[in-house]
C-alpha cells in the first residue's frame, strides 16, 4: 500500500474547505433520493464536487467489502458512516459497518470463535493489549501507509498506544475529552451562580445551590450501559485520581506501579463520593444515590433541561446525547465548564479515543484503515457532523470544519502541545480490570459497598 501522496491530500483538504459544498456531497452520498432537505439539483452539483483523484492510490476496489464494528451507535453511528461515503464513492468499495453498546464483550467472543470482524475500533488500548497477548497474530499490524500517516498528523504519544511489544497495530480515530461539566447558563445566570475555578469552590456551589433551593438535589448521574454498565463511573473516579493524586501517581495506578486499593487511589474514590454518594448532592430529578447504578448515562442529564438537575458531568461527546433542537452554546439551553482543580500548576484533561484494529489484511481492508488514519477522513468526519460532538487529536484537522465553538475549543485542548492530557486509565488496564472489575467495582460503590471493599476487590483481580 502505497502512501497518499502529498498533492492528493492538498486536493482533498481543499475540498474539505469548501464546507458546504462537501457537506452537501457527503448528504448526496448517504440520502441518494434527496431526502432530508438535499434537493436533485443539489445532490447532482454536489456529487460532481467530489474529486477523487484523491482517492486513486486505493485502485479499484469496486465489488469488495470491508465489515467494520464498534461501539459507535446512533446518533453517532450515522455521521460515522457519512464520514466514508466519498471513499466508498470513489473506491467502489462497501462498507458493512455493525455498531453494539455490547461491542467490548462481543468482540471476544467472535475472535475466540474465528468470526472477528475486518476492522474493529477499540476504545480500550488495554483490549487491543489484552487480545494481541491472549490471540497472537490475530490482529495484523498495521501496514507503513498508516504508521506514515499516524507518524505525521499525531503527537507520538498516541502512537505508543496502538503499539504492544513494540509491534504497530492500531492508529487512532477520534479523541475526545472528558473533563467537563454539563449545566445550564440560563439558570446559572438567573441564579447569580459564577463557574467555578477549584474543586473546592465546585464543592461550595454545590453547598450553595442545595441551600438556596430548600435542600434541592444538585447533581444528576447516570453510569447504565448494557453490558458496558459502570464505564461512566470511570471516568469520574479517573478525574478525581488526577486533581488529588496527580499526573504521575495516575500513571503508576494505571500501570500497576502501585496497587488498585492504594491510599491515594482511595483517596480519589472518596473525593468522587463527595458528589456521587452524598445523598443532598444526587440523583436529581431521577432517584438517590443508587439510581445512578441503573439509570442510562444518555439521558442521565436531561434534567438540565428541564430545570430539575444543575449540574451533570460528562464528556465533549455527551453533546450528542441531547434532544434533538437542543442548543449548545454559552447563550444557549446547555453548555459545560472544565472539572476544576485545587492544583495551581497543571490542569490535566481525561481523554480518550477509538483505535482501529484490523482482524485481516487484504487490500480494500488496509486501503480502508489508511483513509481513516488520514487528514482527509478527519476533515471528511468533521463535515459528517453537523451537530457537532466529535473533535480528533489529528494535527491535520481544520478546525474550522468543526461544526461548534465547543467542538473547537475541545480541539484545541488536545492539539495544543503544552495540554496535560492523560488518557483513560481504565481504558490502559488489562481489559479483565479496565473493562471488567472496575465497571462493575463502579455499580458495587454506587449500590452500598465501601470504597475500601471495592478497591480491595478491583486490586485482588489484576491479572498476575
Known sequence: MTRRTTTA????????????????????????????????????????????????????????????????????GATQQASYDAFEECTGVTIEYEASREFEAQLQVRVKAGNAPDIAYLPQPGLLNTIVTNYPDVIKPAPESVAANVDEFWNETWKGYGTVDGTFYSAPLGANAKSFVWYSPSMF???????????????????????????????????????ATGWPGT????????????????????????PFNDPKVVEAWDAAGEILKNPDYVNAGLGEVNSIATQSWTDA???????????????NFYQTQWPEGTEVSEQGDVFAFYLPTDQTDVK?????????????????????????????????????????????????????????????????VLADPNTVVAFDASDLMPGEVGSGTFWTGIVNWLTGASTQEVTDQIEASWPK
Open 301 to 315: 442529564g436531561n434534567g438540565i433541561l428541564d430545570g430539575n438537575c444543575w449540574m451533570h458531568r460528562a464528556a
Open 9 to 76: 491530500r492538498r486536493r482533498a483538504l481543499a475540498l474539505a474547505a469548501g464546507g458546504a459544498g462537501l457537506a452537501l456531497v457527503l448528504a448526496a452520498c448517504s440520502d441518494p433520493d434527496g431526502e432530508g432537505g438535499v434537493g436533485e439539483e443539489e445532490t447532482s452539483a454536489a456529487s460532481a464536487e467530489i474529486d477523487c483523484a484523491a482517492y486513486e492510490e486505493f485502485g479499484d476496489l469496486d465489488g469488495k467489502t470491508v465489515s467494520v464494528y464498534t461501539s459507535i451507535v446512533d446518533p453517532e
Open 348 to 412: 490535566p484533561m481525561l481523554g480518550g479515543g477509538e483505535f482501529v484494529a484490523a482482524f485481516a489484511d487484504r487490500p480494500e481492508v488496509q486501503a480502508f484503515q489508511t483513509y481513516l488514519s488520514s487528514d482527509d477522513w478527519a476533515n471528511q468526519k468533521a463535515l459528517a457532523t453537523p451537530d457537532g460532538g466529535w473533535v480528533t487529536a489529528n494535527s491535520g484537522l481544520d478546525p474550522n470544519n468543526l461544526a461548534t465553538e465547543f467542538d473547537q475549543y475541545v480541539a484545541g
Open 235 to 258: 471516568d469520574f473516579i479517573e478525574d478525581m485520581m488526577l486533581r488529588t493524586a496527580g499526573v504521575e501517581a495516575y500513571e503508576q495506578w494505571y500501570t500497576h506501579e502501585i
Open 189 to 227: 445566570e438567573d441564579a447569580g451562580y459564577e463557574i467555578p475555578q477549584t474543586w473546592t469552590e465546585l464543592l461550595d456551589l454545590t453547598q450553595q445551590i442545595h441551600d438556596d433551593n430548600d435542600g434541592a438535589k444538585v447533581w444528576c448521574a447516570g453510569v447504565e450501559s448494557g453490558d
